[in-house]
């Protein structure tokens, strides 16, 4: 488990995002929770990133755009950063993914005011 946020602090995110009307934002918790990832990351995960033994980040969420058939997506760009390679340790691809298939398409902006409105 990640050593920056204790398991009884999380729990206790987690319910503050539950009780707000921002709970749409707990999958992304969840990951960054599980992966050190970090929030923006979360907006760049792809099916693609998904390896045998680990996970990709070299993606970061970017914009909100409007794609080929007229749907909501957002756009990616490279991490500020380096990218990494984080292994399945604390959740299994198959569960990852799925919490990735709940991630709510919005700005990365918004996503970092949505998570902050409820933690201070």
């Avoid at 409007?66 to 299994?92: A, C, F, H, L, Q």
């Amino acid at each position: 488990k990640t050593k920056f946020i204790n398991a009884e602090m999380f729990e206790k995110m987690i319910k503050a995002a539950e009780k707000s009307k921002y709970s749409n934002v707990i999958p992304n918790m969840k990951l960054c929770y599980a992966f050190g990832f970090r929030i923006n990351e979360t907006l760049g995960l792809t099916k693609g990133k998904f390896l045998k033994d680990s996970i990709v980040t070299d993606e970061q969420g970017d914009r909100v755009v409007e794609s080929d058939n007229g749907e909501k997506e957002v756009s990616r760009k490279k991490v500020k950063t380096t990218s990494r390679r984080i292994p399945y340790w604390n959740m299994n691809a198959r569960e990852a993914w799925a919490l990735v298939q709940q991630v709510a398409v919005m700005h990365p902006s918004t996503l970092n005011r949505r998570i902050w409105s409820f933690l201070t």
